[in-house]
Each structure stands twice: as C-alpha cells, then as structure tokens.
C-alpha cells in the first residue's frame, strides 16, 4: 500500500507563489501525478512526473526526488480561478493509483 | 466528445435498496474505476477493470459490485445500501492499465454524489 501525505490547507494571495509538498512511501512506484479539483467538481489532470526533476507546465510546475520519497506542485501568478484542492497521487507496481487526502488552496485578492 | 458520464448526477436511498452507478466512457480506454470521496479521506479505489470482461478489488471494496460487459460501460452496484456508504463516487478511464511506457493518465467523471439513510 501506499502512504502519502500533504498539508490540509494553504492560503496565498492573488499573483504571489505557493508550493504544495507531498511525501509517500510506497511498496512500488511507477509515476505520480498531480490533479486539481474545484469544489463539487471531478479532479482534473495537472502534471506527472517518473523520472527526477522539475516539470513545467505554463504557471504549474511538479517536482520529484524518487529518493526522499518527495514531490511538489509549484503554482506560480497565483489566480483566483486557482482555489480549488491540489490531489497528490502515486502509481504502484500494479498501475494503481493511490491518492492523498487534498491540499485546499485558497486564494486571496 | 462526452468523455466519461456518470448517472444519476445525485440519488438518496434508503438504507436496504439496491442501486446501480452507472458510468460510461467514449474515449476506448481499457482501463476504468470506480472511486469514492469522503471528507479528510481523499480518493479511495473501489474495484477496477483493466480490459473488458475483466475486473478486480480495489482498496475498499466490500458492499459494492462491478461488472465490464464491454469497453464503454462500467456500472458500479450496492446491493444493500447502508449509510457508510454515503460519499462521492467517481468512474475515471486510462488509456491502459499497465504498459511499457506512456503516461495511462487517469481521467474523470462528474461523480454521482450518494446519500443513504
């Protein structure tokens, strides 16, 4: 199985930078991936990352270190269209995925 | 292009009922799940399909039943609801289930939030 965490909540004001860390432990590991959800909406495909370092993706960026066990989302110019819940989540050996509870970023004018 | 739809949009139940989840996708994707959401607890696998005709148990799978007659449908069923299984249930597709290379990137439906009482 799979253990992955990352913070509840986080608050960032309009244009500024926030990064949301998220670390695992997991039995296997085949990728991890990053999506957005919006309040009583689906989640939303962001970013993914297999190989160590940084993806850039226009304002997000996703980093990975295999080794620690350690991932971030980079959001960068923050918007107000950027509140939403950040899901870290990881692929097993099976190409399961196995998701963390959400961070919930809320952006500020 | 629909992508993945899911019905009903929203249902309460009484306690006892059977119901039936349905999702279906038009991307041919291999792969599908059944997820469910509950607050503090993140996305939690319920059972998957990797190929029609197949599936399996995922993380939290007791009370719930799937079946995968074909590539596009993949209905998820209580067979007795009970109040624990009250949450946000979400079908999501991937290209395929396992490969040698490529990203099988998961993708999801608008959910069908469940309330049983």
């Known amino acids: 199985g799979q253990n992955i965490d990352q913070p509840t909540e986080m608050t960032a004001t309009e244009g500024a930078i926030v990064q949301i860390n998220c670390t695992y432990q997991?039995?296997?590991?085949?990728?991890l991936f990053w999506y957005q959800q919006h309040a009583g909406e689906a989640p939303t495909f962001l970013s993914y990352?297999?190989?160590?370092g940084l993806e850039e993706k226009g304002r997000f960026s996703s980093f990975l270190s295999r080794s620690k066990g350690y991932s971030y989302l980079l959001l960068k110019e923050l918007q107000m269209k950027d509140s939403a819940s950040y899901l870290c989540?990881?692929?097993?050996?099976?190409?399961?995925?196995?998701f963390g509870a959400g961070t919930t970023v809320t952006v500020r004018a | 292009i629909a992508g993945i739809t899911q019905a009903p949009t929203s249902q309460i139940l009484a306690a006892g009922r059977r119901m039936t989840l349905r999702c279906t996708q038009d991307?041919?994707?291999?792969?599908m799940y059944w997820y469910r959401q509950d607050l503090g607890l993140g996305l939690r696998l319920i059972h998957y399909?990797?190929?029609?005709?197949?599936?399996g148990k995922g993380e939290v799978p007791d009370g719930y039943s799937v079946s995968r007659a074909n590539t596009d449908d993949f209905p998820l069923t209580l067979a007795s609801a009970v109040p624990s299984q009250t949450s946000v249930y979400f079908c999501?597709?991937?290209?395929?289930?396992?490969?040698?290379?490529?990203?099988?990137?998961?993708?999801f439906g608008p959910g069908t939030r469940l309330t049983v009482l």
């Open positions: 989540a990881v692929r097993d050996g099976d190409y399961k995925l196995s």
């Open positions: 997991t039995s296997g590991f085949n990728g």
């Open positions: 999501a597709s991937s290209d395929t289930a396992s490969t040698s290379g490529g990203t099988d990137t998961q993708y």
């Open positions: 990352n297999v190989l160590d």
């Open positions: 991307m041919r994707h291999n792969a």
């Open positions: 399909s990797n190929t029609a005709g197949t599936t």
